[in-house]
T-cell receptor, first 115, second 113 residues
Framework: DGGITQSPKYLFRKEGQNVTLSCEQNLNHDAMYWYRQDPGQGLRLIYY???????QKGDIAEGYSVSREKKESFPLTVTSAQKNPTAFYLC??????????????FGQGTRLTVV | GENVEQHPSTLSVQEGDSAVIKCTYSDSASNYFPWYKQELGKRPQLIIDIRSNVGEKKDQRIAVTLNKTAKHFSLHITETQPEDSAVYFC????????????FGKGTRLHILP
């Protein structure tokens, strides 16, 4: 179903804890993205990676960290420094190497709630 | 940096009428403009896209137009149906060799019976 999988679907975090959201794709895409979705805010870019072992900050990177050790995996860690982490998180991937294939495919999302 | 503005934020149309959603972008180097539809509780999915070398593209009831000079592009849905109710996002990207995809804030489309 789209070839990109996020887990878990729902995640609860206590204040002060770090949590890691998983994103795996089997589409052989070079680029991967993390977006945060809040009501009325659309999709805001947290981090993106164009290639293994490289990533760039998006518009709202503070309080988040990522790694890209493998092409198929792009985990997002929500740290205790993120003051308002409750949101819906979407991971996406796209093929940046081909002009004809630049569509971004999204995972099903992870809903994170701070308790 | 690149910015994408989307209007309106909410749109209600009578079933059978047309709906138009408009977006503007700031970076003239952007050359790929996709539109995504997100139904409640689901992931965004691509419905149509357009590249900068094309002015208009149509797929059944959905069409997208691009005005590069004015840096704006629009989504047109004709003969709207209840299943068109969703949130629609426009986006812009410089491609193919990189850079991020920037999304608008979304338009919630309500199809009224």
């Amino acid at each position: 179903d789209g070839g990109i999988t996020q887990s878990p679907k729902y995640l609860f975090r206590k204040e002060g804890q770090n949590v890691t959201l998983s994103c795996e794709q089997n589409l052989n895409h070079d680029a991967m993205y993390w977006y945060r979705q809040d009501p009325g805010q659309g999709l805001r870019l947290i981090y993106y990676s164009q290639i293994v072992n490289d990533f760039q900050k998006g518009d709202i990177a503070e309080g988040y960290s990522v790694s890209r050790e493998k092409k198929e995996s792009f985990p997002l860690t929500v740290t205790s420094a993120q003051k308002n982490p409750t949101a819906f998180y979407l991971c996406a991937s796209s093929d940046t190497g081909s002009w004809s294939v630049t569509e971004a495919f999204f995972g099903q999302g992870t809903r994170l709630t701070v308790v | 940096g690149e910015n994408v503005e989307q209007h309106p934020s909410t749109l209600s149309v009578q079933e059978g009428d047309s709906a138009v959603i408009k977006c503007t972008y700031s970076d003239s180097a952007s050359n790929y403009f996709p539109w995504y539809k997100q139904e409640l509780g689901k992931r965004p999915q691509l419905i149509i896209d357009i590249r900068s070398n094309v002015g208009e593209k149509k797929d059944q009831r959905i069409a997208v137009t691009l005005n590069k000079t004015a840096k704006h592009f629009s989504l047109h849905i004709t003969e709207t149906q209840p299943e068109d109710s969703a949130v629609y996002f426009c986006a812009a990207k410089k491609g193919p060799l990189g850079d991020k995809i920037i999304f608008g804030k979304g338009t919630r489309l309500h199809i009224l019976p």
